[in-house]
């Protein structure tokens, strides 16, 4: 099965820009999508089909994706960025649906 | 505004089972794909189960294959998961999300979430 490898934790400072990694077999050939996760709270769409906003997101919200490697960019972070960050990929191939185990941002 | 409100979680012995049921509004249900997605205490979302506007197409993740059933109403605007033959592992918050007309491809609408605790 398709695995989404993301590292556990990035760590950025206040008005700083956070990458978050999302690693797959080929993924630039796939439609990749993020959410934004706070605690106790159900997940929230921020980029979908690897660079588009739900309305409503900032655009300081951002996505790529090419290679082996789709990434999710937030510019000038906000404390209130903080929170659990998870692709997403739907395998048409297989008809299953894969996420990314989570990257946790902590801004310092 | 679209909402998604799931009900019928709770604490249950293994082996048992449970209903779970999301009602949903402020879209034309019937247009589309449905999931239920759940997330064990502290750990990550993993996908349970998807199924088409009409209902035709179902797909389950291998973990819960055979144990889970998902189904609609489109009448009643509503979204079920039966689970069956519960274990310690199906703990999780369960939620239910709403995927595109044509196929699941993204979740742009998530319910609050159900907890689901499998306990003796």
């Known amino acids: 099965s398709y695995v989404l490898t993301q590292p556990p934790s990035v760590s950025v400072a206040p008005g700083q820009t956070a990458r978050i990694t999302c690693g797959g077999n080929n993924i630039g050939s796939k439609s990749v999508h993020w959410y934004q996760q706070k605690p106790g709270q159900a997940p929230v769409l921020v980029v979908y089909?690897?660079?588009d906003r739900p309305s409503g997101i900032p655009e300081r919200f951002s996505g790529s994706n090419s290679g082996n490697t789709a990434t999710l960019t937030i510019s000038r972070v906000e404390a209130g960025d903080e929170a659990d960050y998870y692709c997403h990929v739907w395998e048409s191939g297989s008809d299953h649906v894969v996420f990314g185990g989570g990257t946790k941002l902590t801004v310092l | 505004q679209v909402q998604l409100v799931e009900s019928g979680g709770g604490l249950v012995k293994p082996g048992g089972s449970l209903r779970l049921s999301c009602a949903a509004s402020?879209?034309?249900?019937?247009?589309?794909?449905l999931s239920w997605i759940r997330q064990a205490p502290g750990k990550g979302l993993e996908w349970v189960s998807y199924i088409s506007s009409s209902g035709s197409n179902i797909f389950y993740a291998d973990a819960v294959k055979g144990r889970f059933t998902i189904s609609r109403d489109n009448a009643n605007n509503s979204l079920y998961l039966q689970i069956n033959s519960l274990r310690a592992e199906d703990t999780a918050v369960y939620y239910c999300a709403r995927g595109r007309a044509v196929a699941p491809r993204y979740f742009d609408y998530w319910g609050q979430g159900i907890l689901v605790t499998v306990s003796s």
């Open positions: 402020g879209f034309t249900f019937s247009d589309y794909y």
């Open positions: 089909d690897d660079s």
